[in-house]
């Protein structure tokens, strides 16, 4: 579904509760990026401001699947506020940046939808100012190599949505690698009934998910995980520290679902800085070829509706489908 258009006379309200001060909201921007949720910086007529999130099925460019919304599994969807303020929660207490909330409205008084007004950082995300100038961006790249290890030291009981685990809940499944299997078989029937190349290839694509699966040695270590650490998803803020945003997937996983999709996502001088020792590699194994076939199935779904990048999106998932197959036809 295409979001519908947010303006300003709707926003005014909580625009005023959250920041006050006298000031009249003057200008609200959709900002790029979100296919879950709207994402509005607000820009006061003082020059103050803020971002609005509003968690609304119109603000939702999927189209809707069989188990979105079950948090037993650790691969649906996040979407919500309850999800975002457990995120924001257990990063916090990590010690790591987070953008301040002004104002929540869970009980739809100023939007019809949940919506939280944060802090907002508007210059460069990481990516960006690593890419322009990478001397510039080392200290917040080392700040965020710091924060990946307090992620990783937190251990968890069991693994799934922080919202979840934190609730006092548990996830479908006996282990991170059985998930990933499960999630990784889905992503393989979506993706073949969206192009051909991959059913042709599907049986060979499965065979190789369950080799790679049965090499996995049992373990029960679960850290603080993302999910979707592009450096596009790290802001900086005017002290140079690191802020995660795009926190509703976070779970408590293995590192190594992590640092593939750091590994995929960024070419190989951005994730060095990053990388750690000590990673399982038939973990690693596994994950790549679940990650690719997810980046693949995803894309291929999003453009059955009407999200505006379809050039972009239309991009990733080739590159993975063929980086997927190359997996096979390499064995």
């Known amino acids: ?26 200008a609200v921007e959709r900002l790029a990026g979100g296919s879950r949720k709207g994402v509005y910086r607000l820009t006061m007529d003082d020059a103050t401001t803020a971002v609005a999130y509003l968690w609304d099925e ?39 940046r987070v953008p301040e909330v002004h104002l929540v409205d869970r009980d739809r008084t100023h939007y019809p939808a949940d919506l939280a007004i944060v802090e907002d950082f508007p210059g460069e995300n990481l990516l960006d100012l ?6 510039a961006a080392e200290p917040t790249m080392a700040r965020l190599a710091d924060a990946l290890v307090a992620m990783r030291g937190h251990q968890a009981p069991s ?20 998930a990933v299997f499960d999630f990784a078989l889905r992503c393989l029937a979506e993706a073949a009934a969206r192009d051909q190349r991959i059913a042709d290839a599907r049986d060979r694509l499965e065979e190789r998910l369950r080799e790679l699966a049965a090499a996995v040695r049992p373990r ?35 590192v190594e679902w992590e640092h593939v999709f750091l590994r995929l996502r960024h070419p190989e001088g951005h994730y060095r800085r990053l990388a ?37 999106m239309r991009g990733i998932a080739a590159h993975h489908l063929n980086e997927a197959l ?3 036809s390499a064995v």
Request: with cysteine; hydrophobic share 40%; proline share 5%.
């Open 130 to 135: 690593l890419n322009r100038d990478p001397r």
């Open 220 to 254: 029960a270590e679960y850290s603080v995980v993302h999910g979707e650490l592009g450096l596009d998803h790290v802001l900086v803020d005017r002290d140079g520290n690191p802020v995660l945003i795009d926190i509703e997937d976070l779970m408590y996983f293995d």
């Open 58 to 96: 119109s603000e939702n460019y999927w189209p809707t699947a069989e188990g979105d919304g079950d948090l037993t599994d650790p691969f649906s969807p996040g979407v919500g506020l309850d999800l975002f303020e457990a995120a924001r929660a257990r990063l916090g207490s990590l010690g790591l």
């Open 326 to 328: 190359a997996l096979v």
């Open 276 to 312: 750690v020792d000590g990673l399982d590699e038939d973990r690693f194994a596994l994950y790549t070829l679940a990650q690719r076939l997810s980046l693949t199935a995803g894309p291929l779904r999003l453009l059955e509706g009407d999200f505006p990048d379809r050039a972009f």
């Open 1 to 26: 579904m295409a979001p519908r258009t947010v303006t300003r006379d709707e926003l005014a309200g909580v625009a005023r509760a959250a920041l006050g001060g006298g000031r009249r909201l003057e």
């Open 159 to 178: 693994f799934g949505k922080v919202a979840l685990i934190d609730g006092g809940r548990t996830s479908r499944g006996t282990s991170c690698e059985g």
